[in-house]
T-cell receptor
Framework: AQSVTQLGSHVSVSEGALVLLRCNYS??????LFWYVQYPNQGLQLLLK??????LVKGINGFEAEFKKSETSFHLTKPSAHMSDAAEYFC?????????????FGGGTRVLVKP | EPEVTQTPSHQVTQMGQEVILRCVPI?????FYWYRQILGQKVEFLVS????????KSEIFDDQFSVERPDGSNFTLKIRSTKLEDSAMYFC?????????????FGAGSRLTVL
């Protein structure tokens, strides 16, 4: 069974500071990995995904994540936080059975950006 | 940009009542999903649906739950006799394909409160 662990349910950063959200996964097969963001009263929006190829993946809004197989990690970073980055972030791993794409989510990390 | 639309945004019901949550997936998507998030807990997979039948379901998706695509656009989740523990945010999602690399597009969610 797959699982995802996000270290830290809440993260507080200053505007302009580095954002680092940690995600570790367990999977019996090479994983497909995703980061989603949820702004207040909105749905889950895809930030970026890793499927195959380059292990450093760039997403929207200046975010990027690096797949490290040896560490079973897929940490999300952004060099300089903006007030608009305040949201909840979810890491997810995919079970890529042919029956459909079932995502297993981490517990989420809520980001607070201080001015 | 195409989006997944969910109604209602919030529903309050009495325990034992039937509830139907509605979703309009993206028009060219073929796979449909329901996920839920109990307050303070992880987003959990409930069911995936393809070609007018359930392709996979979780252990949460018991006989009290059912899904239907009654016409060419709507995708519904029915809870036959609601329990207090069914109180959660329910997310509908859709994807073009069913492999792990396919991105799920989520709706904004329907918050169900069972009293």
């Amino acid at each position: 069974a797959q699982s995802v662990t996000q270290l830290g349910s809440h993260v507080s950063v200053s505007e302009g500071a580095l954002v680092l959200l940690r995600c570790n996964y367990s999977s019996s097969v090479p994983p497909y990995l995703f980061w989603y963001v949820q702004y207040p009263n909105q749905g889950l929006q895809l930030l970026l995904k890793y499927t195959t190829g380059a292990t450093l993946v760039k997403g929207i809004n200046g975010f990027e994540a690096e797949f490290k197989k040896s560490e079973t990690s897929f940490h999300l970073t952004k060099p300089s936080a903006h007030m608009s980055d305040a949201a909840e972030y979810f890491c997810a791993v995919s079970d890529y059975g042919a029956a459909g794409n079932k995502l297993t989510f981490g517990g989420g990390t809520r980001v607070l950006v201080k001015p | 940009e195409p989006e997944v639309t969910q109604t209602p945004s919030h529903q309050v019901t009495q325990m034992g009542q039937e509830v139907i949550l509605r979703c309009v997936p993206i028009s060219n998507h073929l796979y449909f999903y329901w996920y839920r998030q109990i307050l303070g807990q992880k987003v959990e997979f409930l069911v995936s649906f393809y070609n007018n039948e359930i392709s996979e379901k979780s252990e949460i998706f018991d006989d009290q739950f059912s899904v239907e695509r009654p016409d060419g656009s709507n995708f519904t989740l029915k809870i036959r006799s609601t329990k207090l523990e069914d109180s959660a945010m329910y997310f509908c999602a859709s994807s073009v394909g069913g492999t792990g690399a396919n991105v799920l597009t989520f709706g904004a969610g329907s918050r169900l409160t069972v009293l």
